[in-house]
């Protein structure tokens, strides 16, 4: 049976036991739930309240129509030998071109949708679409396996370190699709069809729009699931940091440094072990013993405090008993309600350590007033949100049991729904500008202010060159503040001739990254546990010849910082994020859906990083449809030719659009 539902407002389906419901859900959007019975309304998500649409609905015996402006969607009952089953596909209006279908897995059986039940109104799930020649597919959060089309991967729908899980796809057939489900599973996007797997949850959730461009689609998804703030003008420049500095006279050395040697600085930071104890969040006095003081002394240098804060809870804190005994931590269906190994503070041994729960609002109220006290009262506007995935040990998310449902059905969500802590707790307090710099991220986590990094990676210039692909992926997918750790997060040697080449390309790229950020564990590293730290990571660790480098890309920056503000406006407007890959500005021109080592800095500036060892020169493509000025040359190219660019250590290849006036030139020197 077909009908229309809420007065012309949705489309609804019911074929034996199972309910479909589409409705418009934003512009040019549909949102498609299916449950056993009924659809529920209360099932975690990433989407915002939609308003209601101007839509169009027509309904015959075996197929429906809903017509919400740009996308058409239509409901077929198809007959198989085992009875009727209902297929979808999604249309553009304008032209009847079919973007997306579901697939049946077997002419007999199942059909487009499985449910596979396990008791209690939980099933594994599963939802099939067709696969289409050609198309290419981009987003799905941020991934290490530095590809940046993301057609032929088969990608687990889980967060851990450096894999940031974000089910939203674009597509180069002009449409977005988002996975609705924060359950743990997996996306398979063969050549012989998808298929989205959740393990287990009650309904099946997903959501598609139409674009005519990609910035049309991402523009879509942010009204659907929230607009990132506007990007505090203090967290645009450098942001110095090393695994760690164990002391506030060590931190302020390195700040007062900085200011000796007239090098730019606007945020340092203070990493993990700073505390008393894990899940205390307050500044240990032995190590830290004038917090306020230092705060006041950094903000006469012109210096914000990023502040390490974990959602982990040890036995010995002062708030787990508390925590504890109100339901405020996460529990688990089996076993004692401990999630990881730790050597913190006061533990002789490595002991188990457990987790708020984020997704509990008392939780959520009971550590931000913690935060409050321990940090934002002194004066701490930035939280480094590290460990949010949450960074399980083993990594069995299936085995939690939170306020908003077992951990199979929402377990990706922590990391948005602890970056809602701090975020709605400094509202609160009257205060927009507090940036979050975290782990993980699920979809809607731009909402709250959420920066993501690229995790824990390695000091390799193959991991360079995967994150170039993984921020461009994680910027279709709704994030638009992003950075890595420059130079790499485990190893790198300071004294090292060939690393050193590795950070001051490194650092190039980073200039252009949305946040630009040094941090890492440098060689000699000592072992794990409250006294550990790293050598050294000032941007004079690498010599005089890296530091007149570096140096030279700190200035970069600061000229960039007005332009970037402009495109961070521009993302906080419209959901287009400012970097991004070619094909966002020029999607008519097909060579640009295929280049993943170059992107744009906003519409004007093409940037052509370089990420292999000894080379002083690369390939660069220019779209086309303008001219292209070498911002280190002042050469004019046309659009639509591929130049080998001169790239001398001092710089990497950076191109202007014609009309551009961004003050990329000089001072460079030439090549030596």
């Known amino acids: 049976m077909i009908e229309s539902r809420d007065g012309g407002q949705a489309l609804e389906v019911r074929v034996r036991h199972e309910v479909i419901r589409i409705e418009p859900w934003g512009a040019d959007s549909l949102r498609v739930r299916v449950g056993r019975h009924g659809v529920a309304d209360d099932v975690p998500g990433a989407l915002l309240a939609a308003k209601p649409s101007d839509v169009d609905i027509e309904v015959a015996e075996e197929t429906g129509r809903i017509v919400n402006g740009a996308l058409t969607g239509v409901v077929e009952l198809v007959p198989t030998d085992t009875g009727v089953t209902p297929v979808l596909r999604f249309l553009r209006t304008a032209t009847g071109e079919e973007l997306l279908a579901e697939q049946r897995a077997h002419f007999w059986w199942p059909g487009a949708r499985l449910f596979q039940p396990h008791g209690g109104g939980y099933s594994r799930l599963e939802q099939r679409f067709r696969a289409y020649p050609g198309e290419r597919l981009f987003g799905l959060g941020q991934h290490p396996h530095g590809r940046l089309d993301q057609k032929g991967m088969v990608l687990d729908l889980v967060q851990r370190n450096g894999e940031v899980s974000i089910p939203f796809l674009v597509s180069s057939r002009g449409y977005g699709f988002l996975w609705n489900l924060p359950a743990t599973g997996r996306v398979e996007l063969a050549e012989n069809g998808t298929r989205w797997v959740a393990d287990s949850a009650r309904q099946l959730d997903y959501w598609v729009t139409a674009g005519d461009t990609p910035a049309d689609i991402l523009s879509r998804y942010a009204d659907a699931t929230g607009h990132a703030p506007m990007l505090p003008e203090w ?88 925590m504890r005994d109100a339901g ?9 309600p401990l999630h990881a190994p730790w050597h913190d503070k006061g533990m002789g041994v490595e002991m188990p350590v457990a987790f708020y729960d984020p997704t509990e609002p008392r939780a ?8 409050r006290r321990g940090y934002y009262d002194l004066g701490v506007r930035a939280f480094w949100l590290d460990g949010c995935e949450p960074e399980l040990q083993p990594g069995h998310p299936h085995n939690l049991s939170f306020a908003a449902g077992p951990g199979t059905e929402v377990a990706n969500l922590y990391p948005m729904a602890n970056a809602r802590t701090f975020h709605e707790g400094a509202l609160a307090e009257g205060d927009g500008d507090v940036v979050l710099l975290s782990r993980s991220a699920w979809a809607g986590s731009q909402r709250y202010g959420a920066a993501v990094w690229s995790g824990d990676i390695p000091a390799t210039w193959e991991s360079l060159r995967a994150q170039v692909r993984a921020g461009l992926n994680i ?27 590795l950070m001051v390309r490194w650092f190039s790229y980073g200039a252009f990254c949305p946040l630009f950020r040094l941090h890492g564990v440098r060689e000699p590293r000592t072992p794990f546990g409250p006294e550990m730290t790293g050598g050294p990571n000032e941007v004079w660790s690498y010599g005089e010849r890296a530091l007149e ?51 744009l800095l906003g519409p004007d500036v093409l940037v052509a990083p370089v990420l292999e060892p000894g080379a002083r020169s690369r390939s660069v ?15 004019v190219h046309e659009g639509g030719t591929v130049v080998e660019a001169d790239a001398p250590l001092e710089r990497i290849p950076v191109f202007l659009r014609a009309g551009a006036d961004v003050p990329v030139a000089e001072p460079f020197p030439d090549r030596q």
């Open 328 to 336: 405020l931590l996460v529990a688990t269906e089996q076993g004692v």
């Open 364 to 371: 959520r109220e009971f550590v931000w007033d913690r935060v």
């Open 235 to 322: 967290a645009s420049g450098f942001w110095q940091s090393k695994l760690r500095y164990r002391s506030q006279d060590e931190l302020l050395s390195v700040v007062r440094e900085h200011r000796r040697r007239g090098l730019p600085l606007s945020v340092i930071v203070v990493d993990f072990f700073h505390w008393t104890h894990l899940g205390d969040w307050r500044f240990d006095p032995a190590e830290w013993p004038d917090p306020q003081g230092m705060l006041a002394e950094l903000a006469e240098l012109g210096v914000r405090l990023l502040v390490s804060v974990w959602p982990t809870v040890s036995p010995l804190s002062e708030n787990y008993a508390a």
């Open 621 to 635: 493509y220019l779209p086309r449809g303008t001219t292209w000025t070498d911002a280190g040359t002042g050469e």
């Open 475 to 501: 910027a279709l997918s709704g994030i638009p503040w992003w950075t890595t750790d420059i130079g790499g997060f485990h190893g790198g040697d300071p004294e090292s001739e060939e690393y050193r080449e």
């Open 549 to 599: 480098l570096i140096r030279r890309t700190l200035a970069l920056r600061e000229r960039l910082r007005p332009y970037l503000l402009a495109q961070m406006r521009v993302a906080h407007e419209t959901g287009v994020p400012p970097m991004r890959p070619l094909f966002v500005d020029f999607p008519g021109d097909a060579a640009t859906w295929d280049v993943d080592s170059e992107f």
